[in-house]
């Protein structure tokens, strides 16, 4: 079975720039979560999702950060334009119980440079 | 709002040594306790969860944490470290309310080196 999967791995942009992270969650897993390591800092959450709607977004820094679930399989993060603060390893993971009770499964993260 | 410290950004044990990693939590309610670990080039995998019942949790590769309401803390332990336990190490906490849907928080991490 296929873990979460997350692209791309490492991205390099300047400031300005517009950056999208995709993840792909553990097939038949409603809920989806992205977080967010700003580097020495603990993992930050950013969202959750349950299948395509957005069941808790109070981790999202600010409107420049737009994240989106269509048909409720994939997820991308898009973030326009990127600031040199928001560089860090965005973390989407999945589960099929929503948490704490549901075990979450991490993706390897997606690195973001914004130089 | 809960929140978690771990004390200590990096630990050395030599192979073979006890492996202790400090946790302590803030939560205003009863909480579930997490720890994660996160191998080079790979995801955070659960180590072990404690949600209600036996304090003494056991989890993969031979760790376990004891919930110490008292004291706040969860520490994690391993009695003879070995070199493949070379990894970050991260504690976090939930709301531990049925029926509540709430976020999992993340420490710091701490990140363990094992020394031949």
């Known amino acids: 079975e296929a873990g979460v999967t997350q692209f791309p791995s490492h991205s390099v942009i300047e400031k300005g720039q517009t950056v999208t992270l995709r993840c792909d969650p553990i097939s038949g897993h409603d809920n989806l979560y992205w977080y967010r390591r700003v580097m020495g800092k603990e993992i930050k959450f950013l969202l959750h999702?349950?299948?395509?709607?957005?069941?808790?977004e109070s981790g999202m820094p600010n409107n420049r950060f737009l994240a989106e679930r269509t048909g409720g399989t994939y997820s991308t993060l898009k973030v326009q334009p990127a600031e040199l603060e928001d560089s860090g390893v965005y973390f989407c993971?999945?589960?099929?119980?929503?948490?704490?009770?549901?075990?979450?499964?991490f993706g390897e993260g997606s690195r973001l440079t914004v130089l | 709002a809960q929140s978690v410290t771990q004390l200590g950004s990096h630990v050395s044990v030599s192979e073979g040594a006890l492996v202790l990693l400090r946790c302590n939590y803030s939560?205003?309610?009863?909480?579930?306790l997490f720890w994660y670990v996160q191998y080079p080039n790979q995801g955070l995998q659960l180590l072990l969860k404690y949600t209600t019942g036996a304090t003494l949790v056991k989890g993969i590769n031979g760790f376990e944490a004891e919930f110490k309401k008292s004291e706040t803390s969860f520490h994690l332990t391993k009695p003879s470290a070995h070199m493949s336990d070379a990894a970050e190490y991260f504690c976090a906490v939930s709301d531990g309310l049925m029926n509540r849907d709430d976020k999992i928080i993340f420490g710091k991490g701490t990140r363990l080196h094992i020394l031949p």
């Open positions: 939560s205003s309610v009863p909480p579930y």
């Open positions: 999702f349950v299948k395509e709607s957005k069941q808790d």
């Open positions: 993971a999945s589960s099929q119980e929503t948490a704490p009770t549901g075990e979450l499964f």
